[in-house]
Each structure stands twice: as C-alpha cells, then as structure tokens.
T-cell receptor, first 115, second 110 residues
Framework: NAGVMQNPRHLVRRRGQEARLRCSPM?????VYWYRQLPEEGLKFMVY????????ESGMPKERFSAEFPKEGPSILRIQQVVRGDSAAYFC?????????????FGQGTRLTVV | QQQVKQSPQSLIVQKGGIPIINCAYE??????FPWYQQFPGKGPALLIA?????SEKKEGRFTISFNKSAKQFSLHIMDSQPGDSATYFC?????????FGTGTRLQVTL
C-alpha cells in the first residue's frame, strides 16, 4: 500500500511563474489536506478537500492560491504569480473518511524555491 | 484560539534517557492530539495519537500523557536511541484540520 505521493519533490520557479503541486492520497483515503512549512517552523494548515469539494479553506491566502481534488486524478495545489515569500515546503496529507478522518498521513512534500 | 504551544524548542539527552516534550492548547473543541516525527528533508510521520477521553496512551517506547483540565499533553520517549534524533511536532485538531506546535529538535547522544 503506497503512501501519500507528492510530486515534484523539488520545484524551482521564477517570480511571476505558476507552480503546480500534485498529491495522490493513500489508497482508500478520500480526504486530502495541504499544509505549508516554512524553515524552522511548524506546519500551517491551508486547505481541506474531499473529492470535488473544498471543505475548509480557512488557511489559504485569498489571492494566487487555489486547490482542487477532482473526481479522477491527484489533488492539485496551484500558486499563480509566485513570489519569494512562497518559498517553502508544501505537504499533502490524506486520511480515511468517517470517524478516523483526522488520522492524517503525510507525503514527503514538495520544496518550492522561488528565484 | 487555535494556537498550540510546544516546549522545549530543543533537547539533548543521552542514549537511554527519557526526553519529555510538552504541549498546551487553548481550543476546547480540539478532540484529537497526535505527535509527529520529522527527519530532515522528509514529511512528518505519525507516531502516536490520543483522544481526550483517556489520560495516557503507550505504543512501544512512546507514551502520551494527557491532562484535559489543564489543556496540556506530553510525549515521553523511553530508552531513547540515537535514531530517535529528529524534530517532533505535537498537533491538536478537529475533524477538518490540525494545528501544529512549532517543533522540538531532539538530539540523542551516545
């Protein structure tokens, strides 16, 4: 049973470009969460999605950031017009539904560097 | 309040010692309290978790102690080993999301 798969592992973008981060949840998991980690800091919640639905986006910046979890395929975190402050590690986690939905398992992360 | 306060920021113990990491939360709606271990360049790995209806949970060498009235919980690592050297994060959550502490960098020396 493969774990949470994220790609790419490392991504370099120039200021103003778009970054697309992909996350495939663990088999059987229908809930996906995105977190951002700045160097030497804890993880900050960004968004919680189920298939085709955004459940909680209270941690998402109001502009340039969007997320989706389509019926087929991975979840995508999209950052438009990246700025240097977007440089961070972005982690995706997945969990099963029902009462165990908070038992989240994390991927290896995508390390975004904006130059 | 969504904050979770974690201490200490860093910790050095000798092999065989028992490091203790503490966390405090404010939001009484939190009903799930996991601990994660993270190695450099890797994602956080779930170690152990507790719900507020129990005061202690043990899995292998890892124990969570939970004090609901004080809104505090802690991680104890028994018989610590150099391979336990990592950053440990506590978290507290509800159904939709986790709020993480700022992490404790643990070093276990020989």
């Amino acid at each position: 049973n493969a774990g949470v798969m994220q790609n790419p592992r490392h991504l370099v973008r120039r200021r103003g470009q778009e970054a697309r981060l992909r996350c495939s949840p663990m088999k059987g998991h229908s809930h996906v969460y995105w977190y951002r980690q700045l160097p030497e800091e804890g993880l900050k919640f960004m968004v919680y999605l189920q298939k085709e639905n955004i459940i909680d986006e209270s941690g998402m910046p109001k502009e340039r950031f969007s997320a989706e979890f389509p019926k087929e395929g991975p979840s995508i975190l999209r950052i438009q017009q990246v700025v240097r402050g977007d440089s961070a590690a972005y982690f995706c986690a997945s969990s099963p539904g029902g009462g165990r939905r908070t038992e989240a398992f994390f991927g290896q992360g995508t390390r975004l560097t904006v130059v | 309040q969504q904050q979770v306060k974690q201490s200490p920021q860093s910790l050095i113990v000798q092999k065989g010692g028992i490091p203790i990491i503490n966390c405090a939360y404010e939001n009484t709606a939190f009903d799930y309290f996991p601990w994660y271990q993270q190695f450099p360049g890797k994602g956080p790995a779930l170690l152990i978790a507790i719900r507020p209806d129990v005061s202690e949970k043990k899995e292998g060498r890892f124990t969570i102690s939970f004090n609901k009235s004080a809104k505090q919980f802690s991680l104890h690592i028994m018989d610590s080993q150099p391979g336990d050297s990592a950053t440990y994060f506590c978290a507290a959550g509800t159904a939709s999301k986790l709020t993480f502490g700022t992490g404790t960098r643990l070093q276990v020396t020989l």
